[in-house]
């Protein structure tokens, strides 16, 4: 993370529940790399049959741009990229029709190829926010015990998302939607560590997007609709060594 102006002397929250100095900014690149697996079942007769294993991956950068507009008080812009986005299968089986339930099942059908059949890479929708610290362990005047921070922020919707391909046959990486997104952090200091407890929620939007068939051809128009999230951490921040007098 880069300081953007003099550094100055102050108590210090943790870094996550930190706010830049008043009139002042931080810049920062973050590299993270998610990865969820799963098995699909089919079950039949009360028993449930394994019929192919899914992972879905991504290599991301996250862009972000923090300026303290009030004391306690910023505006921030955060632009995710993806540099990698997959869906891969490492087992799979076709689905056929089954008369006996008059609907598709995967067993005992054909085994398809592994690998990966979906990939896209690109800009997500860009994250407009505010967050603040009603109070904190940086305020020296106000003898605050702990630190809690508040923030909310929107994304904008994303036209080069994954679901679909562009005129360049290229597929996107973001979720094409809109969303927004509420957290709320607390931490106290004690000694050299800090430890703190986050909440966040967020609820992303439908958007519809146009199909691309494997071809080539123009598909139809299908809604998409990712799920909401949430998520409760918990965690401690431990400081190495200090020096009051640089701030650093």
Known sequence: MLLLGPLLPLASAAVITEVPPFLR????????????????TERKGGEEIDVGNRTVSEHALRYAMVFSFAPGAAAFVEIPHSLSSQVYYGALSDMVYDP????????????????????????GGVWLGVRGTPFSEAFETRNNASTWLLEGAVRTADGTNFWTTGEDDARGAGPAGTAARLRTVFSKTFGNSTPYVSGTYQGDGPATVEVVNPDGSAGPSVEVDPANSGDLRVGVELVAGKNDASGS
Not at 27 to 34: E, G, H, L, P, T
Not at 100 to 123: C, H, I, K, Q
């Open 100 to 123: 006996g339930t008059g609907s598709g099942t995967y067993e005992g059908t054909a085994e398809g190829t592994p690998g990966a059949y979906v990939s896209g890479a690109g800009l």
């Open 25 to 40: 900014g931080d810049v920062q690149i973050a590299y993270s790399y998610d990865q969820l697996g799963g098995t699909l």
